[in-house]
Structure formats: structure tokens, C-alpha cells
Nanobody
Framework: QVQLVESGGGLVQPGGSLRLSCAASGIIFSTYDMGWYRQAPGKQRELVAAITRGSITNYADSAKGRFTISRDNAKNTVYLQMSSLKPEDTAVYYC?????????????WGQGTQVTVSS
């Protein structure tokens, strides 16, 4: 079965850094676009960063210049390097996988990892 397992979340002070990882199994990873989303209490889930199967990246305005998404197809893993963290970055961060195959638009989610930015 498909599994997306996030790790790397935790408590960090403002201005600090974290690297989130998402390890995928049960999919042909190289055929999937990958993304990181986040959801804060009382807010809608929002896209933070995305990376296509061709390693084209896209970022939310709030993440540009601070966050970097990358992927390692050999490890079936996507990363989100976060720096200059702010309290407003506090949220549950979710990994997403979207199939690029014609006629197959399977969409999978991890269970999330908590990121808390606080002094």
C-alpha cells in the first residue's frame, strides 16, 4: 500500500531552521509531483512548496527565499529545508504525492508532522 511518512518536525525558536523529510513507498516515486502543505489551527490547508517529477519548483509567497524543496528519487524522498522560521510558520506540515500518469491522478497524503516556532 501507499505510504508517505513525514519526519523532522519539532519545536524551534524564531529565526531557526528545520528540515522536513517525506519518505514514500508503494508508488513509482519518479512519476509523481510532490508537495508540502501546511495547516494551522482554524485555517485552510495551503500549499507551501511543490516540485514536479522534472524538479521544477514552486513556492508560496510566504515561503520564497526561506524554504527550499528538493527530491531524491534514489531515496524516494522529498525534503523541505526551512530557514528564518517565524511564529506564523507554526502548523502541521503534510506531504502530498500526485501522479502524473495519463488517466491516473491519484493523490496521496501523509499524516503530517508538527512544526512549532516559538521562543
Amino acid at each position: 500500500q501507499v505510504q508517505l511518512v513525514e519526519s523532522g518536525g519539532g519545536l524551534v525558536q524564531p529565526g531557526g531552521s528545520l528540515r522536513l523529510s517525506c519518505a514514500a513507498s508503494g508508488i513509482i516515486f519518479s512519476t509523481y509531483d510532490m508537495g508540502w502543505y501546511r495547516q494551522a489551527p482554524g485555517k485552510q490547508r495551503e500549499l507551501v512548496a511543490a516540485i514536479t517529477r522534472g524538479s521544477i519548483t514552486n513556492y508560496a509567497d510566504s515561503a520564497k527565499g526561506r524554504f527550499t524543496i528538493s527530491r531524491d528519487n534514489a531515496k524516494n524522498t522529498v525534503y523541505l529545508q526551512m530557514s528564518s522560521l517565524k511564529p506564523e510558520d507554526t502548523a502541521v506540515y503534510y506531504c502530498n504525492a500526485l501522479s502524473t500518469r495519463i488517466g491516473v491522478r491519484d493523490n496521496y497524503w501523509g499524516q503530517g508532522t508538527q512544526v512549532t516556532v516559538s521562543s
